[in-house]
């Protein structure tokens, strides 16, 4: 129940980060105003002993997200992969939040895949590891396959955390509802609907047979993609609180030291994990959405292990489409037709200066190119980003928040391998190749053909629609309207990073 009782939650939130040290350090973090600072000291310090203790061996912050549940735990991961934005110190205590949490006990975890497969452990695998991996929702056991001997990862739910997010999230739509009545500005940013996608795309984590048909399918889609591997999972060892699937050997993408040590190429390695991750969004329309350090492996060949397919997302081929062309005219700089783009799918205003909006875009791109990457702020770029939206009236597009997030999410993995790697010429050669095959004289003819499909399915019901319509149509032509279909992907590329900003500021509301 979304009710006022939700307040006594996100005090104790404050509390909680107060309690622990974690308000001093998130604040110096962000580099936060000192009327801010005094704010938060002034509304936290008396409510502090309400906060939960946490674990006193973690760092302050981590102490704090872990203590206060999954949801938090949740957005904890998403800042691990942005040292930019909260500094290396504060990301590398974070990335524990990937896959170092405190695991739940072996007897429940057996308990847990014996309910679900109808068979006791020691039937179904001849050897069955403590927990190797334990995140938010869920945690892995490496084991050995009885009937034919072959290696496995073992992912089994948390116990209590479907009563957990349903908790959190409820706060997290209390404090949504409060925003937007405190301030009617942000109501464009649509902070109920962001919280509910966000509630929608993790609860869908909390059935692994869903993330076993993810995995199924992007293996599929990427088989013959060349430096990636899929593990792929094995159905009948599968349920709704377990997933088996093929082990993922490798050094883990959060360990820079092991992968250097490797002698991987870590430029190589860098700009590989963008162009994969462009790749499935442009070609497939279907992407690994929360591709952060703990979900991806390098194998001994060099090759990018991606696993976890929990988070999916999912974007249809008119916006694939307006999203390569808004990449490209950011790669080239033609601020213009990024503008041009942007109007005519809908997503700015009509009554907006265009030639404005070109110039605002311009100055969000520029301090990019020619730039050492590792000066560029992207704190001070997201909050400039968060005024030119508000200046040209773009709402949030929650359908497409995932894409958003995760090109965020991707280039702090990339960043954090490679600091000096230029996201736009890693993404040149993808987004070139795409629109070549898909906004070409080709591809047009392509398109010719598959609508003449769509209208030879439906040319036997035409006469008949056309008699019962037509008479209508005529008697009232005023009502006629004609609309073309908009579909939209939010801001674009540049823009899109203003959703995550979002999500900063209703964590940050409510921690």
């Given amino acids: 129940m979304r009710g006022p009782h939700n307040i006594w939650r996100l005090i104790r939130t404050g509390a909680t980060f107060e309690r622990t040290g974690a308000m001093a350090v998130a604040l110096d973090a962000v580099d936060a105003p000192a009327r801010v600072r005094a704010a938060a000291r002034i509304l936290g310090w008396p409510f502090a002993w309400l906060g939960y203790h946490g674990d006193p061996d973690l760092p302050p912050v981590t102490r704090a997200i ?19 934005v909260v500094g290396p ?28 497969l109808g068979q006791p452990v020691e039937a179904l695998f001849s050897e069955f590891s ?13 084991a050995r396959r009885a009937d034919n001997g072959r290696e ?5 739910l948390r116990p209590s955390v479907q009563s957990g997010f349903r908790r959190d999230i409820d706060a997290f739509h209390f404090a949504a509802g409060m925003i937007e009545r405190i301030s009617p500005a942000t109501r464009r940013l649509r902070p109920r609907d962001v919280v509910s996608h966000f509630e929608s795309v993790v609860t869908g984590e909390l059935d692994l047979r869903r993330e076993a048909a993810n995995a199924s399918e992007f293996a599929e889609n990427t088989q013959n993609d060349e430096g990636m591997r899929v593990p792929r999972p094995h159905w009948h060892l599968s349920a709704r609180r377990v997933l088996t699937a093929d082990w993922a050997e490798g050094v883990a993408m959060g360990d820079v030291g092991a992968l250097q040590a490797a002698g991987h190429d870590m430029p190589g390695l860098a700009a590989r994990v963008l162009q994969l991750f462009l790749q499935h969004a442009l070609r497939d329309g279907f992407f690994h959405a929360d591709m952060h350090q703990g979900n991806l492996k390098v194998a001994a060949d060099g090759d990018v292990v991606i696993y976890d397919f929990g988070i999916m997302g999912e974007i249809d081929e008119y916006t694939r489409r307006v999203y390569a062309e808004i990449l490209m005219g950011f790669i080239r700089r033609d601020y213009m ?17 265009m030639a404005e909006f070109a110039r605002a875009l311009r100055a969000v791109g520029e301090p990019i190119f020619g730039a050492d990457a590792s000066r560029i702020s992207m704190a001070n770029l997201l909050a400039y980003l968060f005024e030119v939206t508000e200046r040209f009236g773009m709402a949030t597009r929650t359908e497409l928040i995932l894409l958003q997030r995760t090109m965020v999410v991707v280039e702090g993995v990339a960043r954090s391998i490679d600091p000096q790697i230029n996201m ?45 319509r037509m008479p209508e149509l005529l008697r009232e032509p005023e009502q006629v309207v004609v609309t073309p279909r908009r579909r939209s992907f939010g801001a674009g590329v540049a823009l899109g990073a203003g959703v995550a900003l979002l999500s900063a500021l209703i964590g940050a509301w409510l921690g």
Avoid: C
């Fill in 66 to 84: 872990t203590a206060l549940g999954p949801a938090y735990i949740k957005f904890g991961q998403i800042l691990s992969t942005r040292p930019d």
């Fill in 89 to 116: 110190e504060l990301a590398q205590q974070l990335s524990m939040l990937q896959d170092r949490l405190p695991p739940f006990s072996q007897a429940d975890a057996r308990r847990i895949v014996a309910e679900d």
């Fill in 130 to 142: 403590e927990p190797v991996a334990a995140a938010s929702i869920a945690q892995v056991h490496r």
């Fill in 152 to 156: 496995v990862a073992v992912k089994v």
């Fill in 337 to 353: 037709r990024v503008a041009r783009v942007h109007f005519e799918a809908g997503y700015v205003p009509r009554d907006r200066d």
């Fill in 424 to 468: 736009w010429e890693v993404a040149r050669p993808v987004v070139e190749s795409y629109i070549r095959d898909n906004l070409g004289p080709k591809a047009a003819v392509r398109d010719l053909g598959r609508s003449a499909q769509v209208l030879a399915r439906f040319a036997p019901l035409l006469p008949e629609f056309l008699e019962r």
